[in-house]
């Protein structure tokens, strides 16, 4: 296991996975993608709740191709760098869209086609638009407060009395789960 900054885990994704001579649009929207994908799995805690102790693989046929001494494309990594605080929602929802990608050549999926974006892209679409075009009705959440990934469950049993950190993220969630689930009485 390895631990690297989010942004520098993008960079790398995205370096092995698009070509720096691509439409900015298809760029932008590959990113956008790859930094969704990321998040939901870290969001949602997919690997830790299953007994893991990392948060991602570097498997692409499970997550994204990341690969520890990969050199960085210098267009790719300036669109990173504008856009590694921003992701993709679902209306109405919070988490991070699974944004399921493939390349669109070798392989196809029910999610972004990579090579399909270029395409688009080259049609004058924004990623917005291409976006939309394989996701359906998503939303661009921008300039997203970037934190220290705090996991649901604190190692220990919070009981009555207790306060910190811990308190408020568990706070912060029931509330959420109650916004979510009306029926859930109180």
Do not use: H, M
């Not at 649009?25 to 969001?43: C, E, G, H, T, V």
């Not at 856009?83 to 944004?99: C, E, H, I, S």
């Amino acid at each position: 296991n390895i631990r690297v900054p989010f942004i520098e885990y993008i960079k790398n994704v995205a370096s092995g996975e698009i070509y720096p001579n691509w439409p900015i649009d298809a760029i932008k929207s590959n990113i956008l993608a790859q930094i969704s994908f990321a998040l939901n799995r870290i969001y949602n805690e997919w690997y830790p709740s299953k007994g893991y102790d990392f948060d991602i693989t570097n498997s692409p046929s499970y997550d994204q191709s990341f690969s520890e001494n990969r050199q960085f494309f210098e267009t790719v990594s300036l669109v990173v760098d504008d856009f590694f605080n921003d992701y993709l929602v679902r209306n109405g929802q919070v988490q991070p869209l699974f944004a399921r990608y493939c390349d669109g050549r070798i392989s196809t999926c029910d999610g972004l086609s990579q090579w399909g974006s270029v395409t688009l892209a080259n049609q004058g679409k924004s990623p917005l638009e291409i976006l939309r075009f394989y996701y359906g009705n998503v939303n661009i959440i921008y300039n997203a407060v970037v934190s220290d990934n705090t996991p649901s469950f604190p190692g220990f049993n919070i009981e009555l009395g207790a306060a910190g950190d811990f308190v408020r993220e568990i706070n912060r969630q029931l509330n959420r789960i109650g916004q979510n689930y009306p029926a859930i009485p109180v």
